[in-house]
């Protein structure tokens, strides 16, 4: 990922203190809760997209299996076409800048198979040492797990270009069906009349252009 985008929303969030706390509260991992994040300057509109594994492809543990790597791929795929997720009206005339996404919170998974490469090394030096490491070696195995506990998020990041934003009509959030396990996404919009936090639900999953603004 450029990461690019980033820093745009960072500013944005930074520049209203009040509404920090709240994004602190809406950062919490939630199944079927995402977060985004939408910045508006002139014509551009910038969005990060947080959300987690289970929402996404139904599962937040590291990829292992054919199948699993596949359903990965593919949602990294959906993800980075922003606008058939977020479908704006016709009249405002978007286009995508850029779009990136990816899968956070799996790099444990490596970790694991640099253990098995030097398995059988570390049994043997266990066992003339048992009584002098054992100790280390709990440390090791609770930091394992704990890590190995994690749970992964989808992110994407996508810049758009919108010609006449101030166009009415609503944004129609295709996300929940492309992603049936996805229940809400709780939005915090940055703009130059300040910060606001709205909510996008399954049940009614439209946001009038008019709450960006």
Do not use: W
Not at 51 to 73: L, M, N, Q
Not at 84 to 105: H, I, R
Not at 111 to 126: A, F, K, L, S, V
Not at 199 to 204: A, G, I, N, Q, Y
């Amino acid at each position: 990922m450029t990461m690019k985008l980033l820093p745009y929303i960072a500013f944005a969030v930074a520049a209203a203190p009040a509404f920090a706390e709240e994004k602190r509260q809406m950062d919490a991992h939630e199944h079927g809760v995402g977060q985004m994040n939408i910045a508006i300057e002139d014509s551009k509109v910038v969005i990060e997209l947080h959300a987690p594994g289970a929402d996404i492809v139904g599962f937040e543990y590291p990829a292992e299996s054919i199948e699993d790597r596949t359903k990965i791929e593919a949602a990294v795929a959906m993800l980075a076409k922003p606008l058939d997720l977020f479908v704006f009206p016709a009249a405002t005339g978007c286009s995508v800048v850029e779009a990136t996404s990816e899968l956070e919170g799996g790099e444990h998974h490596d970790h694991e198979d640099h253990d098995d490469e030097h398995g059988h090394d570390d049994h043997e030096h266990d066992e003339d040492h048992a009584h002098e490491e054992g100790h280390d070696e709990n440390d090791e195995h609770d930091d394992h797990d704990e890590h190995a506990s994690g749970h992964t998020e989808f992110h994407a990041e996508y810049e758009l270009n919108c010609t006449n934003l101030d166009a009415s009509g609503e944004i129609a959030f295709d996300y929940f069906k492309t992603f049936p396990n996805a229940k809400e996404l709780e939005i915090q919009v940055i703009s130059k009349d300040g910060a606001t936090a709205v909510e996008v639900e399954r049940d009614t999953p439209t946001l009038a252009l008019k709450d960006l603004l």
